[in-house]
């Protein structure tokens, strides 16, 4: 089992950025595919981004795809979103997210994903 704890999250104008980090304690990290997810007030949560157990694949939704980077240090057992060029509609909760997997492949449905954060609240002000 692991447990997330996810932090980075804030205020901020629109065309800035923000950093979120997801620290994992339990089961040793690389064993698991990483993701991000958000939540907008009245929406569903949704996908963002995806990292496998060693890092060599990723996959970010086409809604923030060249502004946001996931990436993360195995050796910190850390997962890492890096949100540039930040616009309102990025206004979320956002969660981090594990899967067990057997390979290192990138893992997209929120179904596949046994464990969670709480979340971090991003706010974009126009």
């Known amino acids: 089992q692991v447990q997330l704890v996810e932090s980075g999250g804030g205020l901020v104008q629109a065309g800035g950025s923000l950093r979120l980090s997801c620290a994992a304690s339990g089961r040793t990290f690389s064993t698991y595919a990483m993701g991000w997810f958000r939540q907008a007030p009245g929406k569903e949560r949704e996908f963002v981004a995806a990292i496998s157990r060693i890092g060599d694949s990723t996959y970010t939704a086409d809604s923030v795809k060249g502004r946001f980077t996931i990436s993360r240090d195995n050796a910190k057992n850390t997962l890492y979103l890096q949100m540039n060029s930040l616009k309102p509609e990025d206004t979320a909760v956002y969660y981090c997210?594990?899967?067990?997997?057997?390979?290192?492949?990138?893992?997209?449905?929120?179904?596949?994903?046994?464990?969670w954060g709480q979340g971090t609240q991003v706010t974009v002000s126009s």
């Open positions: 997210a594990a899967s067990n997997v057997r390979y290192s492949i990138v893992v997209t449905t929120q179904l596949e994903y046994a464990y």
